[in-house]
């Protein structure tokens, strides 16, 4: 006999996602509610979504703030309290659905929101070290929780929050089940994300007073500071690849683990010279 299903509303933002959305929401096939909040997807992403049994919804982007999924959370008719969120490239193991039917059905459960330890999947292989422990809070209950607006400036980096953390009203526990991330399949997927993602930290860098202040996970909030005071050393693209590959680990990870971080090096140093591109621009404006 099949168990119900959990009550709790699924969100995943998409955009040509063909080649992940089916792994994922099979993955959670055991939520009783999935949407999927596309951007005009033009290959099967829709399609898919639909087979599998999610709503599809569609997000017309305007630029600045909101983004994908804080606009889901406060759009969104969901008909559970609870909301857990995973990107497209990400998926939970089986054990994850009893543990999180566990706490949603427990009348006595204290936290509002729950974060989930992530494994990056790199070059085919799982990474135990570089990038590992790396902490998000995706379940949560819907009404009490938004994503930080760390910068309201157009960051030229696609339409959904990227570094963002939910901040929730009340504690926060953490999930057992590790969630795997398969962010990027090819070399070519990673260098075409971090691009993006260096515009992202460029604004950040020059534009934002991140304070980290309301996190609720210790290590998330001691990465943030981190990241604050590291933005102002020399060196940056040398520090990022030996904070990766030495303090993180990664060479335990092998060749996957020297690839990975090296790229993180260069990353590093794509959002060093966008940044300082940015504040000339503004100079020349003054």
């Not at 969901?78 to 566990?102: G, Q, S, T």
């Amino acid at each position: 006999m099949n168990s119900p299903k959990v009550p709790v509303s699924l969100l995943v933002p998409c955009k040509n996602e063909e080649k992940n959305v089916e792994r994922c929401l099979r993955s959670v096939n055991w939520v009783n509610e999935a949407f999927v909040v596309d951007s005009q997807s033009t290959d099967r992403t829709i399609s898919i979504a639909e087979k599998e049994g999610a709503q599809v919804v569609q997000f017309n982007y305007q630029g600045g703030w909101p983004k994908k999924k804080n606009w889901a959370l406060d759009n969104l008719p969901f008909k559970n309290e609870w909301v857990l969120i995973l990107d497209a490239d990400e998926c939970l193991p089986p054990e994850a659905e009893e543990e999180i039917r566990k706490i949603i059905e427990n009348p006595d459960a204290t936290h509002s929101g729950y974060w989930i330890n992530r494994r990056y999947f790199f070059m085919g292989k799982p990474l135990k070290h570089a990038y590992f422990p790396n902490w998000n809070l995706r379940l949560f209950k819907h009404r009490l929780g938004r994503y930080e607006k760390i910068t309201g400036g157009d960051t030229d980096s696609g339409d959904h929050e990227i570094h963002e953390h939910v901040v929730v009203e009340g504690t926060t526990g953490k999930l057992k089940a590790i969630m795997d991330h398969h962010a990027f399949p090819t070399i070519e997927s990673f260098v075409e994300k971090h691009n993006r993602y260096s515009n992202w930290e460029a604004v950040v860098e020059s534009t934002s007073k991140d304070k980290a202040g309301s996190l609720q996970h210790k290590g998330v909030k001691g990465k943030r500071f981190l990241r604050r005071v590291f933005r102002t050393l020399p060196f940056r693209p040398t520090l990022r690849f030996l904070y990766v590959y030495l303090w993180q680990g990664g060479f335990l990870d092998g060749w996957p683990g020297y690839v990975f971080a090296r790229l993180h090096g260069q990353y590093e140093f794509l959002s060093v010279v966008k940044a300082r591109e940015r504040s000339r621009g503004r100079e020349k404006t003054r």
